[in-house]
């Protein structure tokens, strides 16, 4: 069972910096894949970026160039944010599922509790 506990969350004006940290249990490198999903008020949730099993990245293409995911040996995702905009702020979920096609799936099976970014103007 894949257990995933998020953190880094907050308050930051608008062209500041934050990071997500998702720290991950029961995750095996070679069958699981990782990514972070956001979920703005009355708007459904959305893939951000996401690490392939091959080590690729994968970003939406609003987050591209200010944002960068990585992972750590110890099982922990990050997501560093910068330059950021108040239309950033949402709840950042973390999600891991198995991966036999090499990507993250669109709805994973294992989430994060959430981590909420709130960017003022």
């Known amino acids: 069972q894949v257990q995933l506990v998020g953190s880094g969350g907050g308050s930051v004006q608008a062209g500041g910096s934050l990071r997500l940290s998702c720290a991950a249990s029961g995750y095996t490198y070679s069958r699981h894949c990782m990514g972070w999903f956001r979920q703005a008020p009355g708007k459904e949730r959305a893939g951000v970026a996401s690490?392939?099993?091959?080590?690729?990245t994968r970003y939406t293409d609003s987050v591209k160039g200010r944002f960068t995911i990585s992972q750590d040996n110890a099982n922990t995702l990050y997501l560093q944010m910068n330059r950021l905009k108040p239309e950033d702020t949402a709840m950042y979920y973390c999600?891991?599922?198995?991966?036999?096609?090499?990507?993250?799936?669109?709805?994973?099976?294992?989430w994060g509790q959430g981590t909420q970014v709130t960017v003022s103007s």
């Open positions: 690490i392939d099993s091959d080590g690729s």
């Open positions: 999600a891991a599922d198995l991966c036999p096609q090499g990507w993250l799936p669109l709805r994973p099976a294992y």
